[in-house]
């Protein structure tokens, strides 16, 4: 893992904004949505896909494409926890491909539950510039590729929920003062009215792990694109207001126990799960939004979380580990990162 990965900087509204992510889906023209492709169509997906993208010149500097039946078990759990693919995705490695960039802010999935799923990431809230990104490798495809359109509903797409534009942009929230007010469902629930959904850190089904949730649109078919974008980003404002404010709400004797004690036991503990993990970073990241710990970044803290998973822990040995060993080895991630 080199050192200009997205995720290791910090973007507008970090307090409460950890990243933004635009994707789009698309499928071609004449050829059977993925779950009922044959082999042969799958590989002829991904050699259109494939020489679209390179037909860029620089695109060979910035992308790297992977036959996902070249990676291991343990590459591919860290790169679904980076956010990188679907847990999905990461079951289908058999003749299946994925088009990444250097710095893994894009990702492009072929044949998941589409032909083509371009995702792209940044730090903290750039909706604008996230879907600028996308919607230009959108159009590179589109150039060498037919898409699959259709003038009354739209891009088609093998999920009915996905119709129309295909775009889902969500961000990844930090709330912990709403959770632990107890809030979070009460907010489920509002936003749901308006064609947005919050779900878990890693999507649909997902729990939160260190209090961090998605926001994102549902509604792809009857809006724009910015129709979409402008509404998360108005709920989102509104989220953030709300979460700031329950922050200040929060008894500040029992706050500075909670973070002082959650980042002594990040700096000394010598073997550490990965739950306790996310729990414990959680608190150490408010601590650190609202200025009581001010030696660490919220840069370091976004490392750790994507270090410490139990698939990045192994992939760093290069190996599978037994749970005991994967803690032990999590402990002295953590306790280096923090005295460096």
């Not at 023209?29 to 044959?38: D, E, Q, V």
């Not at 250097?102 to 799923?117: L, P, T």
């Not at 907010?187 to 939160?208: F, H, M, N, P, Q």
Request: proline share 2%.
């Amino acid at each position: 893992m080199t050192d200009n990965k997205w995720y290791l900087s910090t973007g507008n509204e970090a307090d409460t904004v950890i990243s933004t992510r635009i994707r789009l889906a698309r499928n071609i023209a004449g050829i059977p949505f993925p779950s009922r492709m044959s082999a042969q169509q799958l590989s002829e997906v991904n050699r259109l896909v494939k020489n679209a993208i390179f037909s860029d010149p620089s695109a060979k500097d910035e992308y790297t494409y992977v036959e996902m039946d070249s990676l291991n078990s343990v590459t591919v759990a860290a790169m679904v926890e980076r956010h990188l693919i679907s847990p999905e995705f990461a079951r289908m490695t058999d003749g299946h491909a994925l088009i990444l960039s250097k710095d893994e802010s894009v990702s492009i999935m072929i044949c998941e539950e589409d032909h083509i799923r371009i995702q792209v990431m940044c730090a903290g809230l750039d909706l604008k510039g996230a879907y600028e990104r996308a919607d230009k490798i959108d159009q590179l495809l589109g150039s060498h590729i037919n898409f699959a359109f259709n003038e009354r509903l739209g891009y088609l797409t093998e999920c009915p929920t996905n119709l129309g534009t295909g775009l889902r942009a969500s961000l990844m929230l930090h709330l912990p003062a709403l959770e632990a007010c107890n809030a979070i469902d009460r907010l489920s629930a509002t936003v749901d009215k308006i064609g947005l959904t919050i779900r878990g850190t890693y999507g649909e089904g997902s729990k939160a792990l260190a209090s961090m949730y998605q926001l994102s649109n549902q509604v792809t078919l009857g809006i724009s694109e910015q129709t979409a974008i402008d509404n998360l980003a108005a709920i989102a404002m509104q989220t953030m207001s709300q979460e700031r404010a329950a922050r200040e709400s929060l008894d500040r004797d029992t706050l500075d126990d909670a973070v002082y004690r959650s980042l002594g036991l990040l700096k000394y503990a010598r073997s550490m799960s990965g739950s306790e993990f996310m729990e414990l970073i959680s608190k150490v990241r408010l601590g650190i939004a609202t200025g009581l710990i001010k030696e660490y970044s919220l840069a370091t803290v976004m490392q750790l979380i994507i270090e410490c998973g139990a698939g990045a822990v192994q992939e760093a040995a290069r190996r599978e580990m037994e749970p005991m060993e994967r803690d032990r080895k999590r402990a002295e991630i953590i306790r280096t990162r923090l005295a460096s």
